[in-house]
């Protein structure tokens, strides 16, 4: 996977993983509203239905526009890349209630002159803002641990490096000690495995470096 995509901020919506968890999380939100709204009216199969549709609509076209946005989204802050989703999420709900309420009018043959506007759209519009608003909350706390635990790592890493390369020096100057005088070649080419060594450890670790170098540095080391 592309270290740029691991560590980016929003994640992949394009992915068929994600699509089914929008499809599942939709589904469940339509059944959840379907079931309110049955205190007021009898429930119904049609108004679920419905229901389901208008919000699977709303879903799967607001994960659309944030995946084709990610890269450009994923560049800036982190604060304005959330507000800029709940943003997005907030004009697609806007007008696709907008949308629906005029087909609602058209099939009904309601008046147009209210064919675009209904209160249910401004209240559409808020809970798209609030669940957007929490989902990106929760991201953001993800991403911080992320991090967080990264940086926990990366720390138990070098403080792991920092307690073997003295042991591993103290050693092996024991070893090219010891040899001086039974084989003074052995230690000779002791002290010149142990210094590519540790030039090779104090070099920059952000260049690619090449196979033959790596086994030759492990030739060096099983030497030692």
């Known amino acids: 996977m592309d270290t740029s995509s691991q560590n980016a901020f929003l994640p992949d919506l394009c992915s068929a993983r994600a699509v089914l968890v929008v499809v599942v999380v939709a589904e469940l939100m339509a059944i959840v509203v379907a079931l309110v709204a049955s205190y007021y009216q009898a429930f119904s199969l049609g108004r679920l239905a419905l229901t389901s549709l208008f919000i699977q609509w709303v879903a799967l076209s607001s994960a659309a526009l944030i995946c084709m946005l990610r890269r450009w989204l994923n560049r800036l802050p982190h604060s304005w890349a959330a507000l800029a989703v709940v943003a997005v999420v907030s004009a697609n709900t806007l007008v696709f ?41 929760y991201v953001y ?35 090219i000690a010891s040899l001086i005088s039974i084989d003074p070649d052995a230690a000779e080419r002791a002290v010149e495995d142990l210094s590519r060594l540790f030039r090779a450890s104090l070099k920059d670790n952000a260049d690619p470096v090449p196979m033959t170098e790596e086994l030759s540095l492990c030739e060096r080391y099983i030497n030692i």
């Not at 949308?99 to 759209?121: K, Q």
């Not at 706390?141 to 390369?165: D, F, K, M, T, Y």
């Open 97 to 137: 209630s907008a949308a629906a309420n005029l087909l609602t009018g058209w099939l009904s043959w309601a008046p147009s002159g209210n064919a675009l506007w209904h209160p249910n759209i401004l209240i559409n519009v808020l809970i798209a803002t609030i669940l957007a608003g929490l989902v990106m909350r």
């Open 141 to 175: 706390v993800q991403e911080q641990l992320r991090r967080q635990g990264q940086a926990q790592l990366q720390a138990r890493l070098q403080a792991l490096q920092s307690r073997i390369r003295p042991h591993f020096l103290f050693n092996s100057m024991n070893i």
